[in-house]
């Protein structure tokens, strides 16, 4: 069911013309002769019924109106307006809200049980999906949000270990954009648009967070030796080509072999080597 406006008449002026018709009717049934009081206690029921369709339409808001259970039509006109007194009003706010999920226990792409909450924006851009095609469209954003999120979190893993792998932790953009995507899909029978959707929490459960960060720091390590060994190699390689370019000093290969072993040992040790000279001869 789409939202369509409908006309409503102002409030303040309505509202004169009923007190002038209650008053009127007052009126004649006080002072008026028989026949007319009859007329003016009809016109005093008629009046006192008109008062039930005023309503209030705050900025910002839509009041739905339907005619004992059949949709007849939104209205956004602010402030004090008045429809068939018959017409049931029900307000919905338009405004842009936001809520914070719940930290959930999910498990990742990879198996490994993680922590994840996300902040959901959002607000209702069609007032008759809301009202009418779920029972509570506030509720229904809390638990589809709830399972969006679920879904996303099972579909990537919280670390990259392959390049160019998103993951949950390393590529926030794409995770929020997908998550928005799942929740604009769930959210659109409701009437209700998803502004924005990020990840507000995520970490490995407690009984393996201990655990994963020795993986993480092993994983550091390993990557910081290959960096390092890395340029040692570059190193002893200009070394090498410098002495041979300058004619400094000819090496054979097993001696090249015990000076690329003794800078290796210096360039790659995680601690500061001690020099061994060698004041006699060469061999």
Known sequence: MKEHDITSRPGIATLLVVLAALIGSLALIVAGPPPLKILGGLAL?????CLGGFYMVEPNQAAVLSLFGKYVGTVKEQGLRWNNPFYSTRKVSLRV???????????????????I????????????????NVDDY????????????RAM???YPYDAHEDGQISLRSHPSEISQHLKEQLD??????GVDVIEARISHLAYAPEIAQAML??????????ARARIVEGAVSMVEMALEQLRAKGVVELDEERKAVMVSNLLVVLCSDRATQPVVNTGSLH
């Open 117 to 132: 909450a996300a902040v959901v924006v959002w607000k209702v851009v069609d007032s008759a999906e809301a009202v009418f």
């Open 45 to 49: 029921i008629a009046s006192a019924i």
């Open 214 to 223: 020795q993986r993480q720091q092993a994983g550091a390590i390993i990557a």
């Open 153 to 155: 979190a099972t579909s």
């Open 138 to 149: 506030e509720s229904f954003v809390h638990v589809q949000s709830e399972s969006a999120l």
């Open 97 to 115: 809200r936001n809520f914070e999920s719940g930290r959930l226990k999910v498990n990742e792409l990879e198996g490994s049980p993680i922590e």
């Open 185 to 190: 899909e769930r959210l659109a029978p409701a």
